[in-house]
C-alpha cells in the first residue's frame, strides 16, 4: 500500500522523527498541530484564533493527502486551560459544523512553547463510495 508522508516545514519532524500527516490507503492522520510557525506562535493569548489556526494547517496537510476537513472522522483537541474550552469549541464547530466528527477535548497540559493554548490533531476516512 501507498504511503503518503507530509512533512513538517520547521525542521521538527526530522529532529523528532514524525510527519505533519500520513496517509495511507484511503487513511489520513494528522498529527498534534498548533499555531506554531517558525517559532513563533500566531495568536498568541487568544485561544480561539490559535484553533482556528491550527485547523486551517490540518486541512492544507488534508489537501496534500488528497482529502479535505470533509473527511475527518476524529479529532482531539488539547489545551492548555479549561476555560479556553468556548472560543476553541466555536473555532471547531466552524470548521466542523455539517461534518460532526467525534471528538475529545483535554485540558490542563503544558506544551513545549510557552505561548501555545491549543493543539488539534485528526482522523481521516476518503470515502471510496
Known amino acids: 500500500m501507498t504511503r503518503k508522508i507530509v512533512k513538517i516545514a520547521n525542521g521538527l519532524g526530522e529532529k523528532i522523527g514524525y510527519s505533519r500527516a500520513v496517509r495511507v490507503g484511503n487513511l489520513a492522520f494528522v498529527s498534534g498541530t498548533t499555531a ?13 484564533t490559535q ?10 496537510a488534508l489537501g496534500e493527502c488528497g482529502m479535505s476537513l470533509d473527511d475527518v472522522v476524529r479529532t482531539r ?12 469549541a466555536a473555532a471547531h464547530a466552524a ?26 490533531e485528526a ?3 476518503l470515502d471510496a463510495d
Open 77 to 88: 483537541v488539547t489545551m492548555t486551560r479549561a476555560q479556553d474550552w468556548e472560543p476553541i
Open 36 to 48: 506554531l510557525d517558525a517559532g513563533k506562535v500566531e495568536g498568541v493569548g487568544d485561544a480561539g
Open 95 to 120: 470548521f466542523f459544523a455539517d461534518v460532526l466528527p467525534v471528538s475529545a477535548f483535554y485540558t490542563g497540559v503544558q506544551f513545549l512553547h510557552p505561548d501555545i493554548l491549543v493543539e488539534i
Open 123 to 125: 482522523d481521516a476516512v
Open 51 to 60: 484553533a482556528r489556526i491550527s485547523i486551517e494547517k490540518i486541512a492544507a
